[in-house]
């Protein structure tokens, strides 16, 4: 959509433009998603009916917010989803810092514009993006990085030191008419949580001894892990109480969900490998298994990001094996699953009683997710035919150098080849690739059902009886 075309505050009321707050603005507009059912929060997955009806309620009451869940959850994903509740375009008054909408000005520069130019009075228009603001609360942050502070080269400059146009406004005035975020909120000094207390509640800014009563439009969302894995800090009690509503986010729920998720965020197209569903789906009970592990401290949790960077890191690894062997087509096979445990091993919080044992935990925990996806996808299918060959002595190496066709050649002949490729979801693609990817899991399985043996060598296995 092209920026509207009044440029005047003439233009604009003659335009029909209505003033509206933030909050009534973001109220509207859901509402309207609502009736025509579509989607408020795109790209936000395992929520609808846990998190987003409390959110949804709470953006209808104009209530700020609080996101209290563990790492990983999606809670800054989720705050940057409600900016799409804003409208498309809105004006300011031109060259205004903190966007002053032209129909209300709340700055001292911009009532004086107003008062002297009247309806000529030039209009400018923010898009939806620029009305969000994020900052990531750090120990160093101060309140002249959120609220303001006074501005010495204003001063230099002539100003005397109590004229309010000296100071310079910190991230949240220059939100004004939008959504800011505080990330981590906790992780703020208590004497910086303080200066907050105005914006929430009288919704104006105090800035040392200046007498500034600048009322803001804006909402405001916070980010915390709860209380009791984050020990660097607390919101203090009067800064909670100011918030309208407190949400906690989780986990996917569910093992469909998970997938979904991991597809949905992974970017394994940009990686250039295919990653077949079978083994999305290791993964995915990976990660479930690794957060529901007595092993890893489930107050810190096991981010969402663990599967998306485990699929990404699989996808790698068949990419540097289909370079090494020469394949045209890079397709993750089981071989590429073990390198995930030393690239992850650093995302997982470990009790103090595992010290020393994580690869080993996560090494264990990944054959239990390989043999759940086995027994789920072909527990119940006749695998009699390739038992067989390997009844007759054959044996069987792989690993990251070996390719696809050379791994189907030591094989040989595998009656029933296409159900089993059917029953791991790759029905109508025969590429060698993925022939392989299905063998090779399979051969995988079947050793650990211990119908076959395994012997582990540089870079790979050797199945055999």
Known sequence: MSQPRPATLRELRESGHVHRGVKAEIRENLLQRLRKGEPAF???????????PHLER????????VLLGERGQGKTRLIRTVAGLLDEWTPTVKGCEINDHPYAPACLGCRRAVAEQGDDLPVSWLSRGQRYGEKLATPDTSVGDLIGDVDPIKIAEGR?????ETVHFGLIPRTNRGIFSVNELPDLAERIQVALLNVLEERDIQIRGYAIRMPLDLLLIASANPEDYTNRGRIITPLKDRFGAEIRTHYPPSLELELELIRQEARLAEVGADLPDHLFEVIARFTRL???SPAADARSGVSARFAIAAAETVAAAAVRRAARTGEEQAVARICDLPGVVHTLRGKVEFEVSEEGRETEVLSHLLRR???ETFRETLGGADLTALLDRFSAGVSVESGDGVSAPELLHRIGQVPGLSKIMERLGMDGNE???HAAAALEFTLEGLYLMRRLSKDEVDGGAVYRT
């Open 160 to 164: 005397s030191l109590g004229d309010p």
């Open 42 to 52: 795109p790209g936000i997955v395992g929520f609808s009916g846990t998190v987003l």
């Open 431 to 433: 590429s060698p690739g």
């Open 369 to 371: 997710a390989t043999a």
């Open 290 to 292: 690794v957060r529901e």
């Open 58 to 65: 709470a953006l209808l009451a104009g209530h700020d917010l």
